[in-house]
């Protein structure tokens, strides 16, 4: 008399029971894709990118253009002023300077001049780190 | 021609194809002008035609017109936040016109813009005009806190902020001569190889055989060259969006 | 034969290119480069902010928005289909409890039914049984009494036939009586 639909003989209510179990396994099915694609949206919004390339150019550069810089600032300062070979010198060793520094930063070794002042403020960005160059040959 | 092979400067070459002068100024438009019309409309074109669909769904090339345009936006909202995006016009021409540039000088007897310093000086010029105007224009005299460090004694102060502007001042340089630099190295590089093959393989069938090592390393580099050229625009990108980043935010 | 080329080549380059300097660093082709860069990029600049990139980035945003609006409606289906599917259950459950109610009401009711049945049966039985007793009991009395009489008579008759004499039929009833208390 009390017939559950689960138990009964195969045939009518049986091929309902299987009807539901896979309607549960496509629920499953969909639920899973559902949520990794939630998980992969979510992954993509705040993807870190990181190169593994670090390169000579990319040194170089940076310590050549802080040289040529100081040089041509003593050099246009010693040409207004007079004052050749003095400026030039002072801001060849400024150059220099400026060049082991931008080396250092582009390395990561000295944090940036704005990064350095905005420690106070929170952060809302995240700096991309600055390996990118010449791949390793 | 083989002589033009061998000359691995010939290709930097400019020559004119329209002479055309303004006071004293030589502007004719040469190869150089004409390549970088051809980067212009290749990259328009692609851009527009590869959209044409709009599909939902995208094509290859939809998909790649697409990937540019988030792969930048991304960066830059990574470098420079939400309010970088006021940039990403300026940002992506800049990417998609160097990378365009390195690309159509990837193919032979193709003119390299980019091999050119005061191509890549002006672009660089561009980006830094752009922070220190923008920055000026947004924060006023704060912009100048970004060289004046803190934390340092009060004598250093001066030459410190001395050396940071120096630092600010190299930054298109070095922007430029990366650039630049790798340009003209890798094409310098690959075209001494493919002179090697040419001279040797001239050389009878032992020269064939000895043409074989200088001909797999001219495959490599081409295959690294082509590396290069992107992730040189890619590098160029980034500094851009970092730079912009010191004009948005230069600290207090 | 090539060497000869490449002397007239350098030739020709050394005439036509400024005395051979490096090209890159060749201040007199910087006005023409600048200008023409500043020409082209700047036409570039104006075709990928007025049309590439709005163009692009509508595509992009449809998109978005076609795919969060497809996940939300996913997401609505599965949310339906599972409370369809709890609801099933839940009438499930109830149906089957209704059952059970129905089931055990219909039998306490059948039972109930039996037992007032039986009971009337068993005792229709016993007043039947009971009647059936005392007329049992009417009759074996009778009967008792007539087996007195019948032997009453007999020996009458016997004692007639035999002796010729009639007796006495308190006589014989006191015998027969005599005999049948012993």
Known sequence: MVERPTDASPGGPGSSKDDEEELARRLERLGESLETRRAAEEAENRKGRSSGFAQATKVASEFVAGVIVGAGIGWGIDKAAGTSPWALIVFLLLGFAAGVLNVLRSEGVVADAGARLREAEPKETRRPDRDGDRPAP | MAADKVDPIHQFHITKILPINVGHYDVSFTNSSLFMAMTVIAATAFLILATSGRSMVPNRWQLVAEMSYSFVANTLRDAAGKAGMKFFPMVFSLFMFVLVANLLGMIPYFFTITSHIIVTFCLAMLVISTVVIYGIWKHGFHFFGLFVPSGVPAALVPLVTMIEVISFLSRPISLSVRLFANMLAGHITLKVFAGFVVTLSAAGVAGMAGAVLPLAMAVALTALEFLVAFLQAYVFTVLTCMYLNDAIHPGH | ?182
Not at chain 3, 29 to 45: D, K, M, R, V
Not at chain 3, 162 to 173: K, N, Q, T, W, Y
């Open chain 3, 1 to 182: 034969m090539a060497s000869n080329v490449n002397t007239t080549a350098e030739v020709h380059h050394g005439g036509a290119e400024h005395g051979g300097a490096f090209p890159p660093f060749d201040s007199s082709t910087f006005a023409s480069q600048i200008l023409w860069l500043a020409i082209t990029f700047g036409l570039f600049y104006v075709l990928m902010s007025k049309v590439v990139l709005p163009r692009i980035g509508g595509i992009l945003e449809a998109r978005h928005d076609k795919i969060a609006k497809d996940l939300e409606e996913a997401n609505r289906l599965k949310a339906d289909s599972e409370a369809a599917g709890a609801a099933y259950e839940k009438s499930l459950a109830e149906a089957r409890k209704k059952a059970q109610a129905i089931a055990s009401e219909t039998r306490s009711v059948l039972n109930a039914a039996l037992d007032a049945k039986r009971h009337e049966a068993e005792s229709s039985l016993s007043t039947k049984i009971a009647a059936a007793e005392t007329a049992i009991a009417g009759i074996k009395a009778k009967a008792l009494a007539e087996v007195d009489g019948i032997a009453i008579e007999t020996a009458e008759t016997l004692v007639s036939t035999l002796a010729g004499e009639s007796v006495g039929r308190d006589e014989v009833a006191a015998a027969v009586a005599a005999v049948t208390a012993k």
